[in-house]
């Protein structure tokens, strides 16, 4: 009886190490882009690719622009491209616009004093359901592959009590 169960355990591990456990991703295709904001290109923004109605593949790819405001994007490693198919897009670049409390943690805010950030992308493209920003990835790449941004820096206070809190 143990010999058979060493045998099923065996049969099992070699099993799982031929067929790995990361098999079956989707072969990926190089992508790459630009982003502008009102026009000039815009350095150090945090691209997102989020897909839209690719059976079973729900992973996010990601990518950083350069000083030339252009990326490259990567999904399982930096700059290794993307499935096929569409996906909304995020843009996101901010920047601290204040002293971070004292004993601040990113992971809890609660206890935190406010930390304000300038966001110099509008905050709505930093959210896949209000960016209005997509693109389609096909076998030529990414098109449109500029991403044109339009709007002015705003502000955001995060984290706890604000100044005109009690």
Do not use: H
């Not at 096929?84 to 004292?102: D, M, R």
């Amino acid at each position: 009886m143990r010999c058979v169960f060493a045998l099923c355990c065996f049969l099992t591990i070699t099993l799982v190490s031929i067929s790995g456990c990361g098999g079956g991703r989707p072969s990926l295709v190089p992508a790459v882009g630009t982003v502008t904001l009102n026009g000039e290109p815009l350095e150090g923004a945090r691209v997102g690719l989020m897909p839209v109605g690719i059976e079973g593949y729900e992973r996010p790819s990601t990518a950083t622009t350069d000083a030339q405001g252009n990326f490259t994007i990567g999904t399982y490693g930096k700059n290794d491209g993307v499935p096929q198919g569409t996906y909304t897009v995020t843009v996101v670049k901010k920047e601290l616009a204040s002293k971070l409390p004292k004993d601040f943690n990113s992971e809890d805010l609660t206890d935190a004093g406010p930390v304000k950030y300038k966001w110099i992308t509008p905050m709505l493209y930093g959210d896949p359901e209000s960016s209005g920003l997509t693109v389609e990835i096909t076998s030529d790449g990414m098109s449109p592959d500029q991403i044109a941004l339009t709007g002015e820096p705003e502000m955001e206070i995060v984290g706890g009590k604000s100044a005109n809190e009690p």
